[in-house]
C-alpha cells in the first residue's frame, strides 16, 4: 500500500489531467455538422457516427456511386467509443485466436484471411483519400507479468521472448516473458481516422448530420421512416450502428452491456525517458490477465495507458457521470509506475473512460429486422477498430439480400446468447469480475468461470 505523501502525488497527477480524451483534445476536430430539420428521401440511412456508421456509408457510396446516404449521428462524430479507444487496429474479427477456434475451428481460416484482407482495405482508404490519422502497422506484443502467465505464451515456439529477451525489447522490470503476435495490428489516431472517413464520404456525396437523436423506426411504404427528435428521413434500408446506446430494436435490448473502460495519457517523453524504454520498433503493448492493460505510444511520443478495469453500472447505465472515475485513474497512475518505474511522477495530461458494447462472444454479431430493411451489427467488445470495417460490408451485404461468402459466415448469421434482465445481469457480472480477478492472482479458473467457458459465455472489455 502507497504511503500518504506517495499517495498524495498520485491524486496530483491524476487531478491534475484534464478530463478529455486525448483524441479528441485536438485542433483539428471538425466543426459540429448541422442538424436535421424537416423531411427527407435517402436509400440509406446510417444510424450512429463512430466507426461502424461512418465506415457503411462510405463503403455504401463507393459499391454505388449516387446511392443517397444520409447519415445520422446524436452527438457529435466520434464522441463515443470511437474516439475514446486506445487505437489499436487490429486485423482479428473475433476478438484473438483463442476465441476464434474455440467459436468457429471449420471457419477459422477464412476468418482470418477476411480479417488480413480488411486491415489492408483500411489502410488503402487511408492512402486513398489521403487520410491522416498517423497509420502505422507496428505489431503488438503481448507480455506475461505473473509466472502463471508465461506458458500461455508458449515458450520454445518461434516468436515467444524469454524476460530478458522481452525486457530488451521494452525495458519493464514487470516482463516475465513476451510475445510478438502473428496477427498484423496498426496503430493510429482513431478521432482523426473517424474525421478523415466523415470528409471522404462527404465528398461522394453521403449528408453527414450531427446533434440529431434518433427515436424509433418505423415501417413505411416502401421503407422505413426513422423518427428523429427534429425530423424524419424516409429511407428504403436502414443500417444501425449505435453500438454501445440503447439499441432502437426491442430484440437487442439484452444482447449486449455497456461497459466502461478507462484511460490515461501522459505528457511526451523526452529523448532520455525513451531511451530508458527502449520500445524497439514502437508496437502495441497488452499483458496476458484477464483485467488486462493495455498500452502504446503516440506519434508525439506520449504513453496511451488504459484497462485493467471494466465496469458495469446497474441497469446497463450510460451517461457522462460514468466517465471520469477517480479510484480506477488511481489504480492505473499506480500500474503505470510499476510497469515503468524509470518514468515514476511523469505529468498524466488527460484522463477519460467510454463505455464498450460487450456481448456474451466477444465479438460482433450480425442480424436483419423489419423484412430484411434493416440491418445492424454490435457487440464488438473492444475490438472495433478495424472489425468495424468489415461490420459494414456485412451489413451492405445483408440490405442488398447478397450470397455472400461474408454472409454465409456462421459468424454472421448466428447471434451470441443474450445477457438476463436485471438484477441477474448485475450480480452474473459481479460474479464473473471477481472471479476473473482471483484467475489473475491464482492462475485458476473457479467452477463458476468453468461453467461459462463450458457455455461458450463470457464478460470482457
Not at 506484443?141 to 516468436?159: C, F, M, Q, Y
Not at 497488452?286 to 492493460?293: A, E, K, L, V
Not at 478495424?386 to 447478397?402: E, P, Y
Amino acid at each position: 500500500m502507497s504511503s500518504g505523501p506517495e499517495l498524495d502525488e498520485l491524486d496530483r497527477r491524476v487531478d491534475d489531467a484534464a478530463p478529455v480524451p486525448l483524441w479528441l483534445d485536438s485542433a483539428a476536430r471538425p466543426a459540429p455538422r448541422p442538424g436535421l430539420r424537416g423531411l427527407l428521401d435517402a436509400d440509406l440511412v446510417v444510424v450512429g457516427g463512430g466507426f461502424t456508421g461512418l465506415w457503411t456509408a462510405l463503403q455504401a457510396v463507393e459499391r454505388e456511386p449516387g446511392r443517397s446516404v444520409v447519415l445520422l449521428e446524436a452527438g457529435r462524430l466520434a464522441d463515443a467509443a470511437t474516439g475514446r479507444n486506445g487505437g489499436f487496429c487490429e486485423a482479428s474479427l473475433t476478438h484473438g485466436e483463442t476465441n476464434g477456434r474455440d467459436r468457429w475451428p471449420d471457419e477459422f481460416d477464412t476468418l482470418t484471411r477476411l480479417g488480413e484482407e480488411n486491415l489492408r482495405g483500411i489502410a488503402a482508404t487511408i492512402e486513398k483519400y489521403g487520410i491522416d490519422c498517423d497509420f502505422e502497422l507496428s505489431g503488438a506484443l503481448s507480455v506475461a507479468t505473473r509466472p502463471h502467465e508465461v506458458a500461455d505464451l508458449e515458450p520454445g515456439e518461434p516468436g515467444f521472448l524469454d524476460a530478458d529477451a522481452v525486457r530488451r525489447r521494452l525495458a519493464s522490470p514487470t516482463y516475465l516473458a513476451g510475445r510478438m503476435q502473428p496477427d498484423p495490428c496498426a496503430l493510429v489516431d482513431p478521432a482523426r481516422l473517424a474525421w478523415g472517413l466523415a470528409a471522404a464520404a462527404e465528398s461522394l456525396g453521403v449528408r453527414v448530420v450531427e446533434g440529431t437523436p434518433v427515436t424509433s423506426l418505423r415501417p413505411a411504404r416502401g421503407g422505413v421512416d426513422v423518427e428523429t427528435v427534429t425530423g424524419v428521413v424516409h429511407a428504403r434500408v436502414v443500417a444501425l450502428a449505435t453500438n454501445a446506446y440503447r439499441p432502437l430494436l426491442r430484440r437487442l435490448r439484452f444482447h449486449t452491456v455497456p461497459v466502461y473502460d478507462y484511460v490515461l495519457a501522459t505528457e511526451p517523453l523526452t529523448a532520455e525517458q525513451l531511451s530508458a524504454l527502449g520500445w524497439e520498433g514502437r508496437p502495441g503493448v497488452s499483458d496476458s490477465g484477464n483485467q488486462f492493460h493495455y498500452y502504446r505510444l503516440t506519434a508525439d511520443d506520449r504513453i496511451v495507458f488504459g484497462g485493467y478495469d471494466a465496469i458495469y453500472h446497474y441497469g446497463r447505465s450510460l451517461g457522462p457521470q460514468h466517465e471520469d472515475r477517480r479510484e480506477t485513474f488511481r489504480v492505473l497512475a499506480r500500474h503505470f509506475d510499476e510497469t515503468f518505474p524509470q518514468l515514476t511522477g511523469v505529468r498524466f495530461t488527460h484522463r477519460w473512460g467510454g463505455a464498450i458494447d460487450t456481448c456474451t462472444r466477444f465479438c460482433a454479431f450480425f442480424g436483419t429486422a423489419r423484412r430484411g430493411r434493416v440491418a445492424y451489427a454490435l457487440g464488438f467488445t473492444g475490438l472495433g477498430v478495424g472489425a468495424s470495417r468489415f461490420a459494414g460490408d456485412v451489413m451492405l451485404d445483408l440490405l442488398a439480400g447478397a450470397d455472400t461468402e461474408r454472409t454465409r459466415l456462421r459468424m454472421v448469421r448466428r447471434r451470441p446468447v443474450p445477457f438476463p434482465p436485471e438484477p441477474l445481469a448485475w450480480i452474473g457480472i459481479r460474479i464473473t469480475t471477481r472471479s476473473l480477478a482471483r484467475a489473475d492472482a491464482t492462475g485458476r479458473r473457479n467452477l463458476w468461470l468453468r461453467v461459462l467457458d463450458r457455455l461458450g459465455l463470457g464478460f470482457d472489455s
